[in-house]
């Protein structure tokens, strides 16, 4: 599957709701997600984190890269991958290890590791160095941390930020935590840009949060922080019984 599929599918008319992109884990949630029908797939960069031991942040980028390649491989539909901040390699040599993994997007945030916001400035050159180095061939979802990093105006400084990265090659912007009430104006002011909004239990539907302006919905690590419910009860149902 290429990145241009993955394009087409964020361009839906409007009342067609958000695209709708499952985080797995591992190949086996990945083939669960696929075989539900959804059309692609987001790796969240927490839930592999925990999956293979590790902080969220902390994962070696070597494994992330390889827990990637495990999950394209798993599946047939296109797979964008939260890659964090890019651990620190020069955009050509990310560029050609998403390339390697199989995955055709990438999830790139504007935070580092000690959770300062970087540079929009900054940022945008080393995404526009990421867009020259892929090409068209990697679909780049540029994530916005105003919202997590108490930033003073984050709706502002979203928007701001959101342009920059579009005008440097974004094909999506990633205001993550953006409260749903903010999503009208976000959307107001990136006109067609493709806007990700992040799915919780409790919050707006699929069906509200694309009537609020968010033309695709990822779930971060909740989708596994959800199934590891089901183990931690299955687990005492199996404490609690002598039978298999």
């Not at 997007?105 to 526009?128: M, Y």
């Not at 089901?230 to 199996?238: D, E, Q, Y």
Request: charged share 20%; proline share 8%.
């Amino acid at each position: 599957m290429t990145a241009e599929a993955l394009r087409a599918l964020h361009r839906r008319l409007p009342g067609d709701g958000p695209l709708v992109l499952p985080g797995p884990w591992d190949a086996a949630s990945a083939r669960a997600f696929e075989a539900a029908g959804y059309p692609a797939l987001a790796t969240p960069s927490a839930g592999i984190a925990a999956s293979l031991g590790y902080e969220d942040g902390a994962t070696p980028a070597a494994e992330m890269f390889a827990a990637v390649a495990r999950i394209v491989r798993s599946v047939s539909v296109p797979v964008t991958a939260d890659l964090e901040g890019g651990y620190g390699l020069p955009a050509a040599e990310l560029v050609e290890r998403v390339r390697e993994s199989g995955a055709v997007g990438v999830n790139l945030e504007d935070s580092g590791p000690d959770r300062a916001l970087k540079d929009p400035e900054a940022q945008a050159e080393w995404l526009a160095e990421v867009r020259a180095a892929a090409g068209p061939s990697l679909f780049v979802n540029a994530r916005v941390d105003v919202y997590i990093r108490g930033a003073s105006d984050p709706l502002a400084e979203a928007v701001a930020r959101a342009r920059l990265y579009a005008s440097a090659g974004a094909d999506c912007v990633y205001p993550i935590a953006a409260p749903p009430s903010d999503l009208p104006a976000l959307r107001a002011g990136l006109g067609e840009l493709p806007v990700n909004a992040l799915a919780v239990p409790g919050g707006p539907t699929f069906t509200e949060l694309g009537g609020l302006g968010a033309t695709r919905a990822t779930f971060g690590d909740g989708l596994l922080v959800r199934a590891l419910e089901g183990v931690r009860s299955l687990a005492k149902t199996l404490r609690e019984t002598d039978t298999a």
